[in-house]
């Protein structure tokens, strides 16, 4: 089943040579077992997913912020504090050096084509080079502050920016004009990125929060907080069903599209993860954080299915957006407390069991009752998510919409059919409620383990500070 896809990848090796924080990530396009790596120290490096070790040169005087393969595999670009961007052939000869900007470069990204590229600066603007000519061919003006990057959307029309003047524009590559601004983001955004399909984009923003912006309606509908500190990118596996997150605490954790829900959390890298990055087959991803380390994961054999989702239009819109778990949660604390690291990921651990069981309950229903019919009940109820009474924990909850009383059926069709499909709505019925008992009960335990978690970590914050200060305790 596609939903335990991540359940259960594996490190498969791990890379260092670097002497600096990892800044960015990239798998050769066709040969997926190299990759490219830039870093702080100034360097790019060149690695095989199958050997330890791989091969660093020196290409900057500044440190390089940023790279990545041109479409083909046969070019590389990187960015850097020099305020340059170079062009890299395979033989790691320098073929250009672009300069433009007057700040620091902090994103480069080929266009599909691999006819040209984009970068984006602190000097607030975007620029489009043509590849193999020193002048840029357009610049987009907009930003009031720092541009953190800029992505190419999978056609090569459009172009998606963020800042930390806190808004995200899309541009239209043609004519050059900005034709959406997203002003919702209370905090910097540090990364964006198309969906496969190009009809979302994904943020990673400074509150620990990934948030998803439908493009067909031009609306923010979605936000999960997953993480505890910054989240430096999001990246959406090739075939759409999953996104990548990298956190300043130390995790990198895989959720399902487009509901944000984890999956997996990992916890291998010692320090601040800066960049990640899946390879085109998606069967390897990428890690590497200011530890210096650069971990290649493998997934297992379910992942290798490249069928791609339809996404629903404006699945959630932005009234109706659930609140996030851990604001709940700290409510309930009524306080302005922030819960620990251990805290956080048991909150989210319960959350990934209560998804298994949910998803487990849904197959267990496909499976008695194997019939295409069945399925097309299903998918014509259109099950949609709504604010639960409590107005909390609303995306856990379903309902049928109101149905119109449709007209009586032909005279043709036969009594077996009309009693089956009574049959499969009433045993949907049954389902649905069935699941919003076992949400209920799943919410009530998942309360309690918090509750019971906080209580152990006060307990030894009380002994630590006892045995900090025991002359208080001595009559």
Known sequence: MEENVFKYPYLYRELEGHNNNITALSFHPIQTNKLVSSSLDRTLGLWRTDKPKGKRFE??????LDVCYSPDGGLIASASKDKCIKIWDSANNVNFTYKGHDSAVRSVQFNPEGDRFVSASN????ILWILHREKYFETFKGHTNWVRCAKFSQNGKLLASCSDDKTIKIWDITSGQC??????????TRYVEFHPTDTVVGSANADGSIKLYDLRTDLFYHQSTVHIANVNMIKFHPNGNFMLTASDDFTTKVLDFPNGCPISTFKEHYAEVTSITFSNDGKFFASGGTDQRILIWKCNDLFVDDQSI???IQLMSSTTASTSLMSDIKQEFNGDETLNKDEH?????????????????????????NSAELRFELEKLNLTDVESSQGDHAKNVLAFPQQSHSSKQSQTDS???????????????EMIDLIQIFNQIQLLHHNYDVLVQRLETLEELFKKNVRKAPSAFDH
Not at 349 to 364: A, H, I, P, T, Y
Not at 415 to 429: A, L
């Open 179 to 188: 034709v959406k601004t997203f002003v919702d983001a209370k905090v910097p």
């Open 310 to 312: 339809e996404i629903p």
């Open 59 to 64: 290409v900057y005087k500044a440190d390089i």
């Open 345 to 369: 990921e048991d909150v989210f651990e319960k959350q990934d069991q209560k998804n298994d069981l949910l998803n487990e309950s849904q197959k267990s229903l496909s499976d008695s009752n």
């Open 415 to 429: 009594e077996n059919q009309i009693s089956f499909k009574t049959f499969s709505i009433n045993q949907s019925i």
């Open 123 to 126: 000097d607030k603007n975007i």
